[in-house]
């Protein structure tokens, strides 16, 4: 009989807190479309997860050379029409990719062994299908195979899928495990691989893959509720063998009970079926037994609508801390926007605390839950600081111990940059695990050793081999002629730099405050006054001539983008901005140059996830996601207003194509959640969320703490895109943000809207967000 775990326990119980007396949780849960975002570059994934799980069972339709992969970076697109199988891990808007791992395809009849192509249906495993049999929900997928018409079903616990197969009683019933299937693959991405039959019948096995992270292993065990009437195990070898070693026992793949293996393919038989065949299939990032321990706590018997209602269950909690009143695809967008918001950081350790560490060795959690899958460049800005308005601080904490158990293992003394399995990636730039951290430390959340949390971040800061970082030191930026990015790592350095002053200089480590305090104003050095843009700048001192703020991709000094998105990438010091440009109207009329802009698209031809344009505003990749919010910081928030309006109906459908970009692990979904509610955290680390518009009629935050927070609008309406007047608790509010420890403290923010502006409002520098110079 399996165990049942406290772990797995305490983990659903996370989703259960703040559950008690919420109005229609189901209604919440109804309301989320898991294929918004599974069209054009959203690069989500349908299939069955639940919050923050380690498993994401979903169908892949095309597997491709990973020159030819970015469409299908979640394994799955809406328009396609064939479903190569199931594998049980998958990013959720991920604008690079790697996983889905441990492939499984039900079919009936003949067994072919290869994928085949869309073009030529029957020509391998693949299978077509229609989305008219197609359902998904939080926590639950289905859809009928029409080659073989065999009724697939999908569910999940944090570390376990289970699949439910009903096939035609006519035909023979195969399970087909294809290790191969890699999404962004190539020949030899697969190291090393196996697969073994245990005498109960159990499967188990791993592989070892070279992808976005080296040397990643993974490992598997799955069962089957009904007998295995025999099995066949191939190993379609993709490489040059040069050395075959010694033959095992067995003589052929039919009486064969473990192989190993590049290039494996298991293939199980049942016979004719007279019911549904349920398969659980459990991970573990650190051995097969574990994935046996972790499948014996977290599916103790092939209870397959046990296990869904389950994951509705911690769906429906997840999703109710929020309440929304709003027009009905407004409602749609963003309780999608929600649950994409919850899958990521995921749990990255097994039932005991096992976990890898980015040194790929095998590490415990002590006290607290291990958690990866950081894409740090995205969720910094919007995702995680939401986490700490709607997640326990238990949450918060378990990502924070994370990083810095991370610091510790690393080989290199550094923080996460891009890490998902425990292992680094190095994608991307920035050092922006310490805005995660030095938020939640700001906003009171320490459930962690605080000292040693900011002596990881002082490291990871000081480590000159990454980015350049001794160049930064040492000139005060990063020149372009040494780094093709060095301006916009120039000024991501310097708010993260920033970050660390604010949490130094909180905690009394006066030393380490004014060090970094002093490096954060190093955006300056790369803003060149006389054209008002911040600027590629070489190691002798100049900037490179002839420029063009337009020209973005490789040499450009910026990282996915050029000057027009990055020269306002000083969320912590917009003020001296203003003061450097001349004056609160220099900053509106840049502003308003950059959103009217006239484009060329061969601008961008060569540069990655530019989506969704409005002039040079590109609101599909990061870097702009705070820029229709500085118009409050020079005094005309009804700009902002104006400017989001815009934003918010031009870049989020409820349909498959409703995301503009990728939503980048719940950053895009994020920022759309802020906006609705009317606020947004433009510098995390400030405790401030910066005012702008609401889009629903009524919202109400039940907070961790167990308070409540309203979000109410009148007059909303589509002709009504001004906010006339706001008041917090009843009481005018004069100025244009609320502070995290106002929304913590409970209560109501009350806007009433208006066809014309409120152009007095929030004008006086006091009234302006923060900015740690002083407005002039």
């Known amino acids: 009989m399996r165990a049942s775990s406290p772990i797995f326990a305490a983990l659903f119980a996370l989703f259960l807190t703040n559950a008690a007396a919420q109005p229609n949780p189901a209604g919440a849960y109804q309301s989320v479309d898991p294929l918004i975002g ?3 570059d959203g690069h989500t994934f349908p299939g069955a997860t639940v919050p923050f799980g380690m498993v994401q069972l979903s169908p892949d339709t095309q597997i491709r050379h ?56 029957g020509s391998g495993y693949g299978a077509r299908f229609s989305h008219s049999t197609e359902r998904a929900e939080p926590g639950y997928y289905a859809v009928t195979l029409e080659d073989g018409g065999v009724k697939v079903e999908l569910t999940a616990t944090a570390r376990a899928g289970v699949h439910r197969y009903q096939f035609p009683a006519s035909q023979p019933a195969h399970v087909l495990l294809d290790l191969r299937s890699s999404i962004y693959n190539y020949p030899g991405k697969v190291l090393w691989s196996r697969i073994r039959v245990r005498p109960d019948g159990s499967v188990t096995g791993m592989r070892e893959t070279r992808g976005w992270a080296p040397g990643r292993q993974l490992y598997f065990a799955m069962r089957f509720s009904r007998p295995l009437t025999g099995q066949e195990l191939h190993d379609r070898e993709p490489l040059p063998q040069e050395y075959a070693g010694f033959k095992g026992p067995g003589t052929s793949p039919s009486n064969v009970a473990s192989i190993e293996g590049r290039g494996l393919i298991g293939v199980f038989h049942f016979g004719q079926l007279n019911g549904p065949l349920v398969v659980e299939l ?4 650190v051995s097969e037994e574990n994935a046996i321990a972790n499948l014996d706590s977290e599916v103790p018997s092939f209870d397959f609508d046990s296990v869904r209602a389950a994951a509705r269950r911690a769906w429906e909690s997840a999703l109710a801390v929020l309440d929304i009143d709003a027009a009905p695809d407004m409602r749609k967008n963003l309780y999608t926007a929600l649950y994409h918001a919850l ?10 605390g096992s976990h890898r560490g980015p040194d790929n060795q095998v590490h415990r959690a002590a006290g607290f839950h291990f958690v990866s899958t950081f894409s740090l460049w995205d969720t910094y800005r919007a995702e995680q600081p939401l986490m700490t308005l709607l997640e326990p601080d238990s949450r918060t904490n378990d990502v924070v111990r994370s990083l810095v158990d991370s610091q510790r293992n690393s080989p290199f003394g550094i923080l996460p940059i891009w890490q998902f399995q425990g292992l680094e990636t190095w994608c991307m730039i920035g050092y922006h695990s310490v805005p995660e951290i030095a938020d939640a430390y700001m906003k009171g959340i320490r459930g962690y050793d605080a000292e040693q949390a900011l002596n990881a971040m002082v490291a990871s800061a000081r480590y000159g081999p990454y980015g350049h970082l001794a160049d930064y030191i040492r000139l005060g930026y990063v020149p372009v002629d040494i780094d093709p990015e060095g301006a916009s ?26 060090e970094f305090e002093k490096r954060s104003r190093n955006w300056r050095n790369v803003f060149d006054a006389k054209t008002g843009f911040v600027r590629p700048r070489l190691a002798s001192g100049e900037f490179p001539e002839p420029f063009d703020p337009a020209r973005a991709g490789n040499g450009s000094g910026f990282t996915e983008g050029n000057s027009w998105q990055y020269s306002w990438y000083q969320p912590h010091d917009e003020a001296e901005l203003i003061r450097l440009l001349g004056g609160d109207d220099k900053l509106v009329a840049k502003l308003d140059a950059m959103f009217e802009a006239k484009v060329n698209p061969k601008d961008y031809a060569n540069v990655e996830d530019i989506s969704g344009m409005i002039g040079q505003y590109i609101h599909g990749n990061e ?21 989001l309006k815009q934003i918010v109906e031009s870049q989020y459908r409820a349909t498959p194509d409703g995301l503009v970009g990728n939503d980048d692990l719940g950053q895009m979904s994020a920022w759309l959640i802020y906006t609705a509610l009317g606020f947004y955290p433009v510098a995390p680390g400030s405790n401030e969320y910066v005012i702008g518009r609401p889009f629903v009629s009524r919202a109400t935050l039940h907070l961790p703490n167990g308070k409540e927070f309203r979000i109410v609008t009148v007059n909303l309406s589509d002709g009504n895109r001004y906010v006339a007047s706001v008041t917090l608790n009843g009481q005018p509010l004069t100025r244009s943000f609320v502070r995290h420890e106002e929304i913590l403290r409970g209560g109501e ?28």
């Open 623 to 643: 870097p702009s996601h705070h820029l229709a919010y500085l118009y409050n910081y020079a005094g005309q928030p009804w700009r902002t207003q104006e400017r």
């Open 343 to 352: 899958m990521a950081p995921s749990t990255a350790g097994d039932i005991d």
């Open 749 to 776: 923010l009350r806007f009433t809207m208006s066809d014309k502006p409120a152009t007095g409002w929030a004008r006086r520098p006091a009234d302006r967000p923060y900015s740690m110079s002083p407005y002039r």
């Open 38 to 40: 599974t069209g054009e």
């Open 66 to 121: 990973f020159r030819q992969s970015y469409k299908w970076a979640a394994g799955y697109r809406y328009e396609d029409s064939t479903i190569l199988g199931f594998s049980h891990t998958h990013f959720s808007g991920a604008g690079h990719s790697d996983l889905g791992d441990f492939l499984l395809q039900p079919i009936a009849g003949t067994v072919r062994l290869d994928p085949g192509t869309p073009d030529t249906p």
């Open 489 to 514: 790592q120039t000024v991501e350095y310097a708010y993260d730099d920033w970050t660390i002053a604010r949490m130094a200089r909180a905690m009394g480590r006066t030393a380490i405050a004014e």
């Open 282 to 285: 459990a991970l573990s990032p």
